[in-house]
């Protein structure tokens, strides 16, 4: 069992920044995947950016070149630096980790729960 803790959402002007930080603690795997998924009101959960244990990235096209995740694994910590916001980038955010079991070879989410991020004038 993996637990998130979120911190780092709450209320910024357009073309403002955010840093928003996820904590990872319990049973975790040296191969995994942390990043971030935002819901918007009315809207499906989507991927906004994600960095494998590899070093891998893969980002929505809406945030490329505006938004940057990172991650400290000696603290099983990921960040999502965020600016130029815009209003569209109002959502909840949720933290995601996925870790590979080996013993099953299957992957296991685990989720935040969820920090709000509103940008408005």
């Known amino acids: 069992q993996v637990q998130l803790v979120e911190s780092g959402g709450g209320l910024v002007q357009p073309g403002g920044s955010l840093r928003l930080s996820c904590a990872a603690s319990g049973s975790i795997s040296s191969s995994n995947v942390m990043g971030w998924y935002r819901q918007a009101p009315g809207k499906q959960r989507e991927l906004v950016a994600v960095?494998?244990?590899?070093?891998?990235?893969n980002y929505a096209d809406s945030v490329k070149g505006r938004f940057t995740v990172s991650r400290d694994s000696a603290k099983n910590t990921v960040y999502l630096q965020m600016n130029s916001l815009k209003p569209e980038d109002t959502a909840v955010y949720y933290c995601?980790?996925?870790?590979?079991?080996?013993?099953?070879?299957?992957?296991?989410?685990?989720w935040g729960q969820g920090t709000q991020v509103t940008v408005s004038s």
């Open positions: 995601n980790r996925r870790d590979y079991i080996a013993t099953t070879r299957h992957w296991l989410d685990s």
């Open positions: 960095l494998g244990s590899n070093g891998g990235t």
